[in-house]
């Protein structure tokens, strides 16, 4: 058995010699675009160090296991954080069902609210007017912003203010038709 001492030691070498080499391992991976932080997985990266090193397990060549160890735990990060999206999604999913179970009965038929749409949609300002039609024919952001030639920033912005303005439209016909109807 190795003495407590020895085994921090050894974890230190390791750290000392292979420290920088780790970082630039983890960096590589451009781990922000995930929402993962490179010293998080350092961390995760330095625990498996130390129970390998409390193990006794000698390396024959550290770098190349390093590697594989850093590839690992950013591989397992990324599966993690995928399964909570989906539990995320599915709970969401759950309660929004739960919300309102009866969908909404419309006293028209689909084409009739079809051209009720299109008409709120005429009313919309032009460049809004032509990101939510592209939206509609279920068109991405992406594809939407390389179509017109926008950023997608823009894109996304002309969409969320054109989609606020068509159902504010829309309520107010709806307001209107029930007003007449009375």
């Known amino acids: 058995m190795v003495s407590r001492k020895k085994q921090e030691k050894e974890f230190e070498k390791l750290l000392g010699n292979y420290g920088t080499f780790l970082q630039a391992l983890i960096r590589k991976y ?21 129970k390998l090193v ?26 993690r954080l995928r399964k909570e999206e989906e539990f995320f999604l599915s709970e969401k999913q759950r309660l929004i069902s739960e ?6 009965v419309y006293d ?10 299109l008409e709120a949609l005429d009313r919309l300002m032009d460049t809004r007017k032509m990101v939510v039609k592209l939206y509609l024919l279920n068109m991405s952001l992406k594809e939407i912003a390389s ?7 823009k894109t996304r912005n002309l969409l969320y203010r054109g989609l606020t303005d068509l159902k504010n439209i829309l ?3 709806m307001e209107e038709n029930e007003q007449k109807n009375r």
């Open 147 to 153: 179509y017109l030639n926008f950023s997608e920033d």
């Open 99 to 104: 919300l309102d179970p009866d969908p909404p």
């Open 171 to 173: 309520k107010e016909t």
């Open 30 to 50: 451009n781990l922000e675009r995930f929402g993962l932080e490179a010293d998080d997985l350092l961390q995760e990266v330095r625990l498996k160090i130390w």
């Open 54 to 79: 409390n193990n006794e397990k000698k390396l024959l060549h550290p770098a190349s296991y390093l590697r594989k160890m850093v590839d690992s735990v950013v591989i397992d990060q990324i599966r």
């Open 108 to 117: 028209c038929s689909p084409s009739l609210l079809r051209d009720k749409i």
